[in-house]
Every structure is written in C-alpha cells, then in structure tokens.
C-alpha cells in the first residue's frame, strides 16, 4: 500500500496545518501523559523533542500513566481505523512526544477530560460511551468543554459535565449509545 503523504504521529501534516496537539508520555510510571494544544512546529533533528514553548503551548490535561495506559489502545485503534481509510501511515504510542492531527487531538482530549479525575474502574464504560458518539459530537463536546473550561488545572462545569456523561452512563456491549443530541430532542418532545 502506499502513503499519498508522510504523516507524523496520528495524522499530523505538518505541510498542511501546523495546528497539533502534543502527547507527551513519559518514561517514569510516576510521572504525569500531558496533552498540549500547539499552533506551531518547529523543524528540529529527529532524535530532538518539540520545545514546549509555555507562553504559547497550551497544557489541556494531565493524565496519570496508569489511566492513560487504560485509554491509548482504544485511541489507537479508533484512529488507526480512520488513517487507513484516508491513506496515511498508522500510529503509534512511544515513550517521548507523539503529535496528532488536530481533530484527533480533540477527540484524545474529550475522553481524557472524561477519565482524569474518575475511579479508574469507570475507564471502561467512558471509553465504551466516547466510542458510541459520532466524530463531530466529539468535536462538539471537546470545543463547548474547551471553551468554558480548555486549561489543565479548570476542572468545573462542562469538565465535570463530560466526566459525568462518559463515566455514569454505562451502556450494554450490543446496544450504542444514544446520540447526545437524539437525547435532548427526546427531552423535548416529552415536555
């Protein structure tokens, strides 16, 4: 099979958006998976990681290694599905910095906004649930969650909200999960 483009990470074309967000997974259990939205690429060897320029790089969440652990095989299949389709390279998850596309990088942040302050016995039923929602109410949810609450440390209102609507609202194995927004249209017709 061959790539139309050579893409890094999970789908970034630096040539075409320099828009990314950066995965970066420590090699100490201890320490903490960050996720930084970037506007900027910066051509470096490739033995050399990213510069993480704090004045612009913005930190969105701050992951255990233990829960990001529970989620990155899910997010890499689930992207990794999705590359093939449009002919790029597949992903995978390293120790060191991993870019990704940038509606990835949204939909990584959804789930992780979801999992980071949970029990760790939830993760299944928030990955189960993120996965039940279509792409663009991921976007959605990620850009109304990120306007109101978008920084690593603002852990209130719609960042409690996805937590509650990923982790409490477990769904069968063979059932997929009401669409938010069939939710709310239901709600309407009820009143």
Wanted: hydrophobic letters at 40%; aromatic letters at 12%.
């Amino acid at each position: 099979m061959s790539y139309k483009k050579e893409a890094l990470g999970f789908g970034f074309l630096p040539s075409e958006s320099q828009h990314h967000f950066l995965v970066k997974i420590p090699r100490n259990i201890m320490d903490y998976v960050i996720i930084y939205e970037r506007f900027q690429w910066r051509d470096v060897q490739e033995s050399e990681d990213q510069p993480i320029d704090f004045m612009s790089d913005i930190p969105k969440v701050e992951l255990s290694k233990h829960k990001w652990k529970q989620i990155e095989d899910a997010l890499k299949v689930e992207f990794n599905e999705r590359l093939k389709k449009e002919q790029l390279p597949v992903g995978k998850w390293r120790i060191g910095q991993v870019p990704v596309q940038r509606l990835f990088g949204k939909e990584m942040v959804l789930l992780a906004w979801a999992i980071e302050d949970c029990d760790p016995s939830v993760i299944p039923s928030a990955i189960k649930n993120w996965l039940g929602l279509s792409q663009e109410e991921r976007w959605w949810l990620f850009t109304m969650t990120n306007a109101a609450t978008g920084y690593v440390s603002d852990k209130r209102g719609w960042r409690k909200a996805i937590r509650y609507a990923l982790t409490e609202n477990p769904i069968e194995e063979n059932d997929k999960q009401m669409s938010l927004f069939d939710m709310a249209i239901n709600r309407e017709i009820d009143k």
